[in-house]
């Protein structure tokens, strides 16, 4: 099954925005226990084991996504590859038509 390029250019922001926001989150935890070593007691360490754990299982995951954005581009690149090297013509006529409206486009600024 094909995704339309647009819904797949939308996956891809957003996963990648998800994955900004899941190492925004990792780095503020990481200053929060960092910030909160010097703290003791018993819930208070108990809240940091926690969010230790917490904080690797978002590494986790993070890297985990990563690894699929990296594999659906590299198949992407693949496809498009393969596309090209069957319809070089068609490809030609796409580039030239794609390059006339940006032209346009950036003409009439």
């Given amino acids: 099954m094909r995704m339309s390029k647009t819904v797949a250019g939308a996956e891809h922001?957003?996963?990648e925005k998800l994955m900004d926001d899941l190492r925004t989150v990792v780095g503020d935890a990481e200053e929060l226990l960092k910030a909160t070593a010097s703290q003791t007691g018993e819930r208070i360490a108990a809240v940091r084991a926690k969010a230790?754990?917490?904080?690797?299982?978002?590494r986790a995951g993070l890297a985990e996504a990563q690894a699929a954005v990296v594999a659906k581009t590299k198949e992407a690149a693949l496809a498009?590859?393969?596309y090209v090297r069957a319809?070089?013509?068609?490809?030609?006529?796409?580039?030239a038509a794609v390059g006339l409206v940006i032209g346009m486009l950036i003409a009439r600024r």
Wanted: hydrophobic share 30%; proline share 5%; charged share 25%.
């Fill in 87 to 95: 319809n070089p013509w068609e490809s030609v006529g796409v580039a």
């Fill in 80 to 82: 498009t590859d393969e």
């Fill in 13 to 15: 922001v957003t996963t």
């Fill in 52 to 58: 230790e754990e917490s904080l690797k299982s978002a």
